[in-house]
């Protein structure tokens, strides 16, 4: 075998191993992948059932719920326009109250409840995770238009 033909053996050989890990690399990515949905897409059919995915706004007032086995809770969020249910399994931040901001991570369940597998609070009185500030603001600007529109 000539000299040229084992490089060329080589590069070739040399570029399968990258498209193999670039392969591998683009893959675990996409698996690992957390889209952020507000409560209004997840309520308009935007999000994808039984893929985890975060959604996040407020914990509206009066529906944090307590199981008797004191780690099971259940509350709903809300971006004023849209709210849906969520049941979490765990303990809570020291933060998470109703009336404010929460992310949470899980999976959108058939029965149109979210299983959160984690559960983020805002961390002072200004923050609200960038994400779930301009959900909220979003629907808040669409219940207003709706609101004017004169029939």
Not at 3 to 30: D, E, P, Q, S, T
Not at 34 to 56: C, D, H, L
Not at 82 to 97: C, E, N, Q, R, T
């Amino acid at each position: 075998m000539k000299r040229r033909h084992k490089r060329i053996g080589i590069i070739v050989a040399g570029l399968a191993g990258l498209g193999i890990a670039a392969f591998f690399v683009a893959n675990a990515f996409k698996n690992n992948l957390v889209f952020f949905f507000s409560p209004t897409q997840v309520a308009a059919k935007e999000a994808p059932v039984n893929r985890t995915f975060r959604i996040g706004g407020l914990v509206e007032e009066g529906t944090l719920q307590r199981d008797n086995d004191g780690l099971t809770v259940r509350f709903t969020v809300t971006d004023t326009a849209a709210s849906i249910p969520v049941v979490y399994k765990g303990i809570l931040p020291d933060l998470f109250k109703e009336g404010r901001g929460c992310v949470a991570q899980g999976r959108l369940g058939d029965d149109g409840i979210f299983r959160a597998e984690e559960v983020l609070a805002k961390h002072d009185e200004n923050y609200m995770p960038p994400e779930a500030g301009d959900a909220i603001d979003k629907a808040k600007h669409a219940k207003e238009a709706s609101k004017s529109v004169v029939y």
